[in-house]
């Protein structure tokens, strides 16, 4: 089997399975009244873990093929963004809900507009939540044809703004316990240190064409 | 009285309201029968059966027994609500003591047997508010802290009351790491320690106190926010100055010293205005001093509450 014949067949598949693994425990668990003595915030969490996660993974897929020398990874980064984005959906509307409705205060946009004006760790978790809205939706192939590749490459570079945007709404909002946000924080760096070193090398090979291109959804090599 | 309770409760786990009731009318003729001959005055609202009259109001159900057990802010067991449940069996809550020292005439050490007979349990159903804005009504067994504290017999420049946690990371094992700088300090005013719905539980749901829960014995202030409900006591010391109270100091501008449930006052990152009572869906809004203004509002009168938050 070719490179992409693997990820199609193999790789994309288990992927599927396992980006879906939160949300089904997430049904299972409200199903079975399972979500503990908060279930609010139980669902709150669990879906914002998972967006911050997948954010992560989606970042960390491009430098794994190039590490592991599979460039046909790369097929899987938009399905993996997309998932991102489904979870940080979830985790946007339960903080919705729990705001206006479930405050007994209706549909009141306004409530939840002061709040995010007010609280700086929901400013920036809305503003990162809005910052994948145009990824998501300009993550299908015809868009990048209309941007154009280096546009539309450029456009997506904000994916990194977002997650820098998630790990600092995690880290602000957490009591004392700063370890796992600074987790998430360190995986962001590393893997945009990464990026950051590839493309000086490749600058300086002079060979940045061939370098983007790699990382075109199409790079299916023997 | 019987009220409808959600089915999710083993019956065997919890007490019929009913016969709280009872117990409750049977303790306030006590207490009150007690109060009225020692100081000579019948305290209000225990001698009251009004159930809107202060402490329990009618919609204010008991929480689930396992919801009180499995949903706890303990860090000395970790930061998840978890945590607590599942690490606590390492804490040995016997043998125990408690010191009590400072600016006392007959400082003392209790065991915390000799605490039980010595300090006659009483059943108090409490609303308890955290400050992350959810909250329980859970019946506490104990008795009040001014009786402890005057077997002691504080001294005229004894101001504040400074309550220390157990600090050995073999028991404690969120102790391990530096996430607050431990032991768990918390402080009350003199006049906060001596008010009678200040409490020393030593149990909850007729029982002694799971571990979980701050075994063996615990400190309730239920108009401040739950953090100031220090756990697992070991020493309480009368001082003369405001103690260094573990929350205030690490993060000052969002902990007060007093920490008393105000909606008006928000936390900097989250709204004070509502809570959700768990096992509740909808948020229900947040009382000032969580309902018991008419006991302890006086203890603030003059006090800027938003400043001296």
């Known amino acids: 089997m070719t490179q992409g014949q693997w990820v199609r067949r193999v790789v994309r598949p288990a992927a ?10 997430l049904l299972r668990a409200v199903v079975t009244d399972n979500l503990g003595a908060n279930p609010v915030e139980e669902i709150t969490h669990r879906t914002g873990f998972a967006a911050i996660t997948l954010l992560m993974i989606t970042l960390a897929v491009t430098p794994a093929g190039r590490l592991l020398r599979f460039g046909a990874l790369v097929q899987l980064r938009r399905m993996l963004g997309l998932f991102a984005f489904f979870y940080a959906s979830l985790h946007f509307a339960t903080y ?13 946009p306004s409530a939840i507009a002061e709040d995010i004006a007010k609280r700086p760790y929901v400013t920036v978790g809305f503003t990162t ?45 957490v009591k004392a316990d700063v370890r796992q946000p600074v987790i998430y924080g360190v995986v962001l760096v590393v893997l945009l240190g990464y990026r950051l070193v590839g493309a000086r090398l490749g600058s300086r ?11 075109e959804p199409t790079g299916a090599r023997g | 009285m019987l009220i409808k309770r959600p089915n999710d409760i083993r019956s065997s786990e919890i007490t019929d309201e009913a016969v709280y009731w009872n117990r409750r009318r049977f303790i306030s003729a006590v207490t009150a029968a007690g109060a009225a001959v020692a100081a000579g005055a019948v305290i209000p609202f225990w001698g009251s059966t009004d159930p809107h009259a202060g402490w329990q109001r009618r919609d204010d159900e008991l929480t689930p027994f396992e ?40 400082p003392r050490t209790f065991d915390i047997d000799d605490m039980w007979k010595r300090f006659p349990p009483q059943e ?9 804005a959810w909250s329980m009504v859970i019946p506490w067994v104990g008795f009040p802290l001014r009786d402890l504290l005057s077997v002691v017999e504080p001294t005229s420049s004894a101001k504040y009351v ?17 996430i607050l700088p431990w032991p768990y300090v918390e402080g009350l005013r003199m006049d906060e320690a001596m008010h009678p719905l200040t409490i020393l539980a030593l149990g909850l749901y007729g029982r002694a106190l799971p571990n979980q829960n701050g075994a063996p014995v615990r400190l309730v202030v239920p108009w401040k926010y739950g953090f100031k409900s220090i756990k697992s006591i070991v020493r309480i010391r009368l001082v003369r100055t405001q103690p260094q109270a573990t929350w205030n100091v690490w993060a000052p501008h969002e902990y007060g010293f007093y920490a008393n449930v105000n909606p008006e006052v ?32 006086s203890l603030y009168a003059g006090m800027d509450l938003r400043r001296q938050y």
């Open chain 1, 16 to 25: 599927v399975v396992a980006a879906l693994v939160p949300a089904v425990l």
């Open chain 1, 96 to 108: 919705a809900l729990d705001q206006t409705y479930l405050s007994g205060l209706g549909v009141s």
């Open chain 1, 129 to 173: 939540f809005l910052l994948l809205v145009p990824l998501a939706v300009t993550s299908t192939r015809g868009w990048v044809k209309r941007l154009g590749g280096k546009r539309w490459q450029r456009l997506h570079r904000l994916v990194y703004v977002a997650g820098a945007g998630a790990v600092l709404h995690f880290l602000w909002l």
């Open chain 1, 205 to 215: 090979r002079a060979a940045p064409r061939a370098r983007r291109s790699a990382s």
């Open chain 2, 67 to 106: 919801d009180v057990t499995s949903y706890n802010n303990f860090y000395e067991f970790g930061t998840g609500k978890g945590d607590p449940a599942k690490h606590a069996h390492m804490l040995r809550p016997r043998p125990w003591t408690v010191t009590v020292e400072g600016e006392a005439h007959k």
């Open chain 2, 124 to 132: 108090r159903i409490y609303r308890l508010r955290c400050v992350e």
């Open chain 2, 162 to 178: 400074e309550f220390t946690t157990l600090h050995d990371p073999e028991q404690m094992p969120g102790q391990r790491r530096r």
């Open chain 2, 266 to 297: 928000d936390h900097p990152r989250w709204s004070q205005a509502r809570e959700r009572r768990i096992g509740e869906l909808f948020k229900r809004p947040t009382l000032m001093f969580n309902g018991y203004g008419d006991q302890v509002a």
